[in-house]
């Protein structure tokens, strides 16, 4: 690759894909390939702080063939969609930024997990942004209506819409929320029908799409987050699925999603009440009286745990990375000492 550096003034670009190493960043003559300098990443202090999908960032052009992007920071977020990252490792990822709607698309009539919308919801919340339940291939059921109040049951207050790309049923409703200027992301699991869903609003088969099998489950084909121009002027981001979608600092996100456990917390005898065994526990009284599911507070025990497990992983990880830097320091302090004095 030939590259001559131009001195450039910095510009405003704005990341619509990621590969690996690789971004692509869109400028107003055109999307350019862009890379990330080593200093940059040397001194984020957290690997929500790269560039993502959605991001507004500055960049230094330069000539050549093909022309390249130089990134020289981000600009401060309106919103981010954080999940921990996949596997053992303590560390936030950035999804996807700067969205104003996170579409949650679950396939009927099997793919609707209750838990695991409760989670989407979650993260939508702390995000940010406003969650909107997309029930995918409604062409597969014959009355989506008893699914709709399923979800709505532990979504208050989000819309759910049934929609169908196959006869572009709900594809209207969707349109109405994507004005011109919106950025929405679409998440959920592999074979949600997500990249099928952006070809219908596209208008046309942008998105590679997988075969789908007998039992109407489409296959997963989408490898990178990409964001998507519509023809109104909104802005989509296509995901893969998810295999896991673990929390990441998602205190307020959970007492969002929980709303009704958050307000009959509020009549609890004690301030501090875990809605466990406390005598004048308002939460546990609901769930005796029927009017609060019990499953829903179980789901709400389980989040809790798990977001408290998670930022013990977190001071324990803050705290490792402390006595690093400090035994670096005092490493350093004393070479330089031996140096003076011997």
Not at 119 to 131: M, V
Not at 153 to 165: F, L, N, Y
Not at 282 to 299: F, I, K, P, W
Request: glycine share 8%.
């Amino acid at each position: 690759m030939r590259v001559e550096t131009r001195a450039d003034a910095a510009q405003t670009a704005r990341v619509v894909a990621h590969h690996r190493d690789r971004y692509i960043v869109r400028l107003p003559e055109g999307d350019v390939d862009a890379h990330l300098p080593g200093r940059l990443r040397h001194t984020i202090s957290s690997p929500d702080e790269l560039p993502a999908v959605g991001d507004w960032i500055t960049v230094v052009r330069q000539s050549g063939d093909p022309p390249l992007a130089i990134i020289q920071g981000v600009l401060p977020r309106r919103s981010a969609f954080r999940r921990k990252t996949a596997g053992d490792v303590t560390a936030p990822q950035v999804v996807a930024a700067n969205v104003d709607i996170a579409f949650i698309a679950a396939a009927l009539p099997d793919d609707i997990n209750l838990r695991r919308i409760e989670r989407y919801l979650t993260l939508a919340w702390e995000s940010g942004s406003t969650p909107v339940v997309l029930l995918t291939k409604s062409d597969l059921v014959g009355d989506a209506g008893e699914f709709i109040r399923d979800v709505r049951s532990v979504a208050p207050g989000v819309d759910v819409i049934a929609v169908s790309a196959l006869t572009r049923s709900g594809t209207d409703a969707i349109a109405a929320i994507l004005t011109a200027g919106v950025t929405a992301v679409v998440l959920g699991s592999s074979g949600a029908g997500k990249s099928t869903l952006v070809n219908a609003l596209l208008g046309e088969d942008r998105q590679r799409v997988g075969e789908v099998r007998d039992d109407g489950a489409g296959r997963h084909t989408t490898t990178h987050r990409e964001l998507i121009e519509l023809p109104g002027g909104a802005s989509l981001i296509d995901t893969p699925g998810m295999r896991e979608l673990q929390l990441w600092s998602a205190a307020d996100g959970i007492e969002e999603t929980f709303r009704e456990i958050a307000t009959l917390a509020e009549e609890c005898r004690f301030r501090d009440c875990a809605h466990v065994t406390e005598p004048g526990c308002a939460v546990l009284a609901a769930v005796e009286r029927g009017t609060l599911d019990s499953a829903r507070l179980d789901s709400w025990r389980n989040l809790q745990r798990e977001l408290a497990y998670l930022e013990r992983r977190q001071d324990a990880a803050a705290t490792a990375a402390a006595k690093s830097v400090a035994r670096s320091a005092e490493y350093l302090l004393r070479s330089r000492l031996r140096e003076k004095y011997e």
